[in-house]
T-cell receptor, first 111, second 115 residues
């Protein structure tokens, strides 16, 4: 069974603080993605990666960095968290032209 | 641009009733759109419900079905008789069919089935 594990599952962060969201996969998929979902919006792509040590910007990359140190791990980094970054974040993995497999999500609240 | 619009929720249906969740898409920069329905059950991640990559074809899974209609740019999700276990959030998504498969998601439709 494909598995995408996100940690933490929820987090409260202080405005201006640094936040790191982690994602680990056992699917051995090349592609990894970070999406965010806000109330009343669909999922929007923040960053993605198709190979270790390389990341690409998605549709809404501002305020976020990403890191892919290995095939299995993909992190999303908020260097200076802001109130507007309160959202649910989803990590996903996939191969070319297939479905993507999602993690259970991380609920981030910035106060 | 490329986007997806789906039924605004929440939707409440009684068990054994029929269901339709509307989805329309705009694929102005995508030559061969792929269409998907994902479902998110409480406490879980999104999981694929069904997908169709060829216009005119129908996909089906777990009693749900959706037909890719290129003329009306629609991909409505239907089920003849819902069950309480179908309560979840349903997302329509448009894929660009490229190597990295960028997706455009609808806002999601929250469905509650009343026993």
């Amino acid at each position: 069974e494909a598995a995408v594990t996100q940690s933490p599952r929820s987090k409260v962060a202080v405005t201006g603080g640094k936040v790191t969201l982690s994602c680990h996969q056992t699917n051995n998929h090349d592609y990894m993605y970070w999406y965010r979902q806000d109330t009343g919006h669909g999922l929007r792509l923040i960053h993605y990666s198709y190979v270790a040590d390389s990341t690409e910007k998605g549709d809404i990359p501002d305020g976020y960095k990403a890191s892919r140190p290995s095939q299995e791990n993909f992190s999303l980094i908020l260097e200076l968290a802001s109130l507007s970054q309160t959202a649910v974040y989803f990590c996903a993995t996939g191969t070319s032209n297939t479905e993507v497999f999602f993690g259970k999500g991380t609920r981030l609240t910035v106060v | 641009g490329d986007s997806v619009t789906q039924t605004e929720g929440p939707v409440t249906v009684s068990e054994s009733e029929s269901l339709i969740i509307n989805c329309t898409y705009s694929a102005t920069s995508i030559a061969y759109p792929n269409l998907f329905w994902y479902v998110r059950y409480p406490g879980e991640g999104l999981q694929l419900l069904l997908k169709v990559i060829t216009a005119g074809q129908k996909g089906s899974s777990r009693g749900f079905e959706a037909t890719y209609n290129k003329e009306t740019t629609s991909f409505h999700l239907q089920k003849a008789s819902v069950q309480e276990s179908d309560s979840a959030v349903y997302y329509c998504a448009l894929g660009d069919g490229t190597g990295y498969q960028n997706f455009y998601f609808g806002k999601g439709t929250s469905l509650t089935v009343i026993p």
